[in-house]
């Protein structure tokens, strides 16, 4: 039998060896421009079970995915979140386990997550004040999250990055403290562009800047724009010679940026999205129920790649199905 795997590649040629699974909507922070009035649930969500997830991610490992990034809502609120990692980990073929995570429980659970097989961390840090923090995500945690990072850095993840939405008249006078807080440290910190979702309309309009601004900075101040590898993703990286850490500058609004998507979505609830901003979910979960379901379930994700397209409509103002993104992980 050939135990090659099968490449998912669209009709645009592009190739997705990346998939990122959410497993929780449900978040503790209230960001601004992502849940400003906190985590809301009528009835009581089911989230897709470890068994489920088991056969989720074996398929998609036989469909030729090796990167899987645990996101949500905040991943690391699950109970059997550690036990999640470790049956990803330990599926064939699945070479890199990674999280993104607002940081809340880096500094009590790094080591253990590290143990059960995760490797790659980004860790949610809009802002290096602490006031400035407090606002954004409504809780008072920046030291504590900043100490789970020294953790990380400290047990030898892989990569450990900082994600930084951003906001206009908030962080866009931030890069410097940044660049300080990299300087000594193996760090990537990546600017993300604010993108408009179907809740935050008002604020994607007072807050939205083009990351131009940030690259702009960096060009005049000696940073180096590296060279792209291919499959490598949409972020942009750039590097210093007098600076440990790297910056990478996410700019979803640029011409071209979905030329290099490499990656595909679940839903916490088992629905497979092949945008963040598409307008379509494909369930997969009535193929999650048994072992046997395995290769009617490669068939489905397969055939769904042809509807992929080539770009967002972003521009247009289509943001698609999602309110925002604790609904799909960003
Ligand atoms: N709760 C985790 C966290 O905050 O890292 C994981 C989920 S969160 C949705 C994933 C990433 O998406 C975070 O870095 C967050 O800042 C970013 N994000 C959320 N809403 C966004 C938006 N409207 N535009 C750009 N990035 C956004
Ligand atoms: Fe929660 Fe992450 Fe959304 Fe902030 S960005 S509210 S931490 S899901």
Known sequence: MNKEPIKLVDNFDRTFPYLRLSVTDVCNFRCEYCLPDGYQCAEKPKFLTLMEIKRLVTAFAE?????????????????DFTEIIDLIAKTDGIKNTALTTNGYRLKTDAQKWFDAGMRNINVSIDSLNKEVFHKITGHNKLETVLEGVEKSLQIGYDSVKINVVLLKDINDNALTDYINYIKDRPITVRFIELMQTGDNLYYFKRRHLSADIIRTKLLAQGWIENI????????????????????????????????????LRL????????????????????????????EALKRRIMKQLDYK???HFLIEGETGLIPNLSATGG
């Open 63 to 79: 469909l030729g995915v090796w990167k899987i990034r645990l996101t949500g809502g905040e991943p690391s609120l699950r109970r």
């Open 228 to 263: 792209r590898s291919h499959g490598a993703g949409p972020a942009i990286n750039y590097t210093h010679p007098d600076i440990m850490g790297s910056i990478g500058l996410i700019a979803p609004y640029s011409k071209d940026f979905c030329q290099n998507c490499n990656r």
């Open 267 to 294: 839903t916490a609830v088992g629905d497979l999205r092949l945008c963040l901003f598409g307008d379509f979910g494909v369930p997969l979960r009535d193929l999650l129920q048994n072992d046997d379901q395995k």
């Open 309 to 311: 397209k080539s770009s």
